[in-house]
Nanobody, 123 residues
Framework: QVQLVESGGGLVQAGGSLRLSCAASGRGFSSYAMGWFRQAPGKERESVGVISGSGSTTYYTDSVKGRFTITRDNAKNTMSLQMNNLKPEDTAVYYC????????????????WGQGTQVTVSS
């Protein structure tokens, strides 16, 4: 069993930066692929990016490549999402998730989800 708690959301102007964190409790953190997802009002949830259990592999959706970076610290059971050059279309509730496979997690197959944190980017 893994519990996930996101933090770091807020209101930022376009072009600004935010850093989201996901703290995990439970066993076996490093064995899970971790990912960030987002859901804007009236839209379906989308995958933002995924990181492998070791942290050596990451994958991002095209719209955030070059702007967002996912990292993890397995010693601290944490994962972060550094978001730079934010755009109004990045406004959404952001969720962290853990999954047993990298590819499965990218497709939304997650064993565990956090409660979400709101990110609002003003123009």
């Amino acid at each position: 069993q893994v519990q996930l708690v996101e933090s770091g959301g807020g209101l930022v102007q376009a072009g600004g930066s935010l850093r989201l964190s996901c703290a995990a409790s439970g066993r076996g953190f490093s064995s899970y692929a971790m990912g960030w997802f987002r859901q804007a009002p009236g839209k379906e949830r989308e995958s933002v990016g995924v990181i492998s259990g070791s942290g050596s592999t990451t994958y991002y959706t095209d719209s955030v490549k070059g702007r967002f970076t996912i990292t993890r610290d397995n010693a601290k059971n944490t994962m972060s999402l550094q978001m730079n050059n934010l755009k109004p279309e990045d406004t959404a509730v952001y969720y962290c998730a853990a999954g047993t496979s990298f590819g499965g997690l990218w497709g939304g197959s997650s064993a565990y989800w956090g409660q979400g944190t709101q990110v609002t980017v003003s123009s």
